[in-house]
C-alpha cells in the first residue's frame, strides 16, 4: 500500500514538473481588436506617457524641445491644459497619484511632481536609469526602462519596492515602452512593435497579446518612429483607448478572443 501511495505521488510530482516545464516553453496566446470608436489626436505629439482621468485624456510627450503634459478633450482633441518642460528634456512616462501627476524624463535622471489640477510643478526628483513608460496600481507605481524588467515603486520616494522580469515562456520580452494597469494586469506596448502585452503583475509572464496589426494604415504614418505607443484605459466604463507617436487618432478597441482584422 505504501508504495502504491509513493508511486502515485511520484507520478503527480512528474505531471506538475511536465506541467510547469510546458508552460515554461509556451508561447502566450495573440488576440485581436476590433476598432469601436476614433477620436482625434495632434501629428505633434510624439506619446511617450497616456493615461484617460475623469473624462480627459492625458498624455505626456517626448522630443528635446517638445516635450509637453497635455490634457485634451476626446471627443474634440482640444487641448485644455497644457505644461511644456524644459528644452533639455526628453519626457516620458506619466501617472496620476491622488492630487498629483508625475511625469519622468527618458536620459535625464530627473521626473517631476506636478499638482494634477493646475499642472503647476510641485517639486522634482532623481533617479538611475533611463525613464520610459510609468503606470500604477492602488499601491504602489510601475515603471519600465526599455529591457524586460518592471519596477514597482514606492509613489512618495519613489525608490523601488521589488521586480519582475517579463517573459513569454521562456523568452524574455524586451523593449517594454508605455504601460496601463488593466483589470490587475500590466499593458505594455513594445517598442516598435505592433502587439500590446498582457502582463501578470506577480510574475512578470505574458497572458496574452493584443495583436494591433493594421490599426493605423502605413500612409497615415509621419516616419518610421510613429509607432504604436500609449494606452489608456476607463475603469468606470471599460473602455480601452490606444494611440501612437504623431498618430492622427486614439482608438477606442474592443479586444477580440483572436486574432482578427475586420472592423475598421
Known amino acids: 500500500m505504501f508504495r502504491q501511495l509513493a508511486a502515485a505521488a511520484r507520478s503527480l510530482l512528474l505531471v506538475a514538473w511536465l506541467a510547469q516545464a510546458v508552460g515554461a516553453w509556451a508561447a502566450a496566446p495573440v488576440l485581436g481588436y476590433k476598432v469601436v470608436a476614433k477620436y482625434p489626436h495632434s501629428t505633434q505629439n510624439y506619446t511617450e ?7 480627459s485624456f492625458y498624455e505626456g510627450t517626448g ?18 491644459q497644457r505644461q511644456e518642460i524644459a528644452p533639455n528634456y526628453f519626457g516620458e512616462g506619466i ?5 498629483n501627476l508625475l511625469e519622468w524624463t527618458w536620459q535625464s535622471h530627473t521626473g517631476f511632481v506636478y499638482d494634477r489640477f493646475s499642472l503647476r510643478k510641485l517639486r522634482e526628483f532623481t533617479y538611475t536609469g533611463e525613464g520610459w513608460g510609468m ?29 519582475i522580469v517579463v517573459h513569454d515562456g521562456a523568452r524574455e520580452i524586451g523593449q517594454l515602452n508605455e504601460l496601463e494597469w488593466v483589470k490587475g494586469e500590466i499593458y505594455a506596448n513594445v517598442w516598435h512593435s505592433d502587439r500590446i502585452a498582457r502582463i501578470s503583475p506577480k510574475d512578470g509572464h505574458v497572458i496574452a497579446w493584443i ?3 493594421g490599426l493605423l494604415p502605413e500612409d497615415e504614418k509621419v516616419n518610421a518612429e510613429s509607432v504604436l505607443n500609449g494606452i489608456a484605459y476607463d475603469a468606470e466604463h471599460d473602455r480601452l483607448f490606444v494611440t501612437g507617436k504623431q498618430w492622427p487618432a486614439v482608438f477606442e478597441i474592443r479586444v477580440l478572443p483572436e486574432a482578427k482584422r475586420n472592423g475598421h
Not at 501617472?95 to 492630487?99: E, H, I, Q
Request: with cysteine; aromatic share 10%; hydrophobic share 35%.
Open 95 to 99: 501617472v496620476d497619484w491622488g492630487p
Open 211 to 213: 495583436d494591433c496589426a
Open 135 to 163: 503606470t500604477r496600481n492602488a499601491t504602489q507605481l510601475i515603471t519600465s526602462d526599455g529591457t524586460a524588467t518592471l519596477r514597482f515603486r514606492d509613489p512618495e520616494t519613489f525608490r523601488k519596492v521589488r521586480q
Open 49 to 55: 506617457g497616456f493615461f484617460y482621468l475623469n473624462g
Open 63 to 80: 522630443l528635446e524641445g517638445h516635450s509637453a503634459v497635455l490634457v485634451t478633450q476626446p471627443e474634440t482633441g482640444k487641448v485644455v
